[in-house]
């Protein structure tokens, strides 16, 4: 059986339209990107709503397919139906290998679990109101207001090396040049214990690749909900490690708190 590669797969992307907006698209589509090719773009709603303006135009430009679904019954949601008819059958086909749902409806939390059980990534985006059952469902969470600030570059700060030196140093405070939010003690702790199960070296260091997998595991914890593209960004802004960036330009992490 041939194994999935991250950046290489098929990916689906289902739009939630009657409860996301069309002015995340592109931010979803450069996340997605890690996964692999959007090649299946769906947008669901009503679209005789004059709501989903914005996406009806945008699935001409963009290649998405619009799914009609008609507000069967006043107070209930055809939509949210069809479009998890529509990921089953995807799933069932054995053709994709990668979901991006874009919804801050927790009704398709049992969708998620399912096709995680097939050992298929789900990205999930949403509002900051998202609620927590559907935010740990998903392999990864990203709220879709955080994306424009991740964008931002970080200005790093810089040190004399020794030539051929490693550099180590405390993790400074955010420069507040982006709009990054405060790292909350779930995610230090998250970070804490995923480097306590690593493997360390000799000096007490471990790989931050090694440490940001095992979270990633535990977690649909994304860096790109506090304001950072990268965790190594983000790690800098605790004070529980030392920061050192080796040689080849790996970074290792060490816990001093």
Not at 43 to 63: C, D, P, R, V
Not at 81 to 95: F, N, P, Y
Not at 182 to 208: C, H, Q, T
């Amino acid at each position: 059986m041939a194994t999935r590669q991250e950046g290489r797969g098929n990916i689906a992307l289902l739009i939630d339209a009657d409860n996301a907006s069309a002015a995340h698209f592109d931010s979803v589509m450069t996340v997605l990107a890690e996964l692999g090719t959007v090649n299946i773009r769906r947008a669901y709603g009503n679209w005789s709503k004059a709501t989903l303006k914005a996406w009806a135009a945008l699935s001409i430009t963009q290649a998405i397919e619009p799914q009609q679904q008609f507000d069967l019954t006043k107070g209930k949601n055809a939509t949210d139906m069809k479009m998890t008819i529509d990921a089953m059958d995807l799933l069932a086909s054995g053709r994709v290998d990668g979901f991006g749902l874009m919804s801050s409806d927790s009704d398709f939390t049992p969708l998620v679990t399912r096709i995680r059980q097939d050992g298929i990534p789900v990205y999930g985006f949403g509002t900051a109101n998202t609620p927590e059952g559907f935010r740990r469902a998903c392999t990864r969470f990203i709220d879709v207001a955080a994306l424009e600030s991740a964008e931002v570059p970080i200005t790093k700060p810089t040190a004399k090396r020794a030539a051929g030196a490693a550099s180590a140093r405390p993790a400074p405070k955010s420069s507040g040049e982006i709009k990054a939010k405060p790292v909350d003690a779930e995610v230090v702790k998250l970070l804490i214990d995923a480097y306590d199960a690593v493997k360390r070296d000799e000096k007490g260091f471990a790989s931050l690749g090694s440490v940001g997998q095992l979270a990633g595991n535990r977690s649909s914890f994304d860096t790109r909900n506090y304001g950072y593209k990268r965790l190594s960004d983000l790690v800098r802004t605790i004070p529980n490690f030392l920061v050192e960036v080796r040689e080849g330009g790996q970074t290792w992490i060490k816990r001093v708190r």
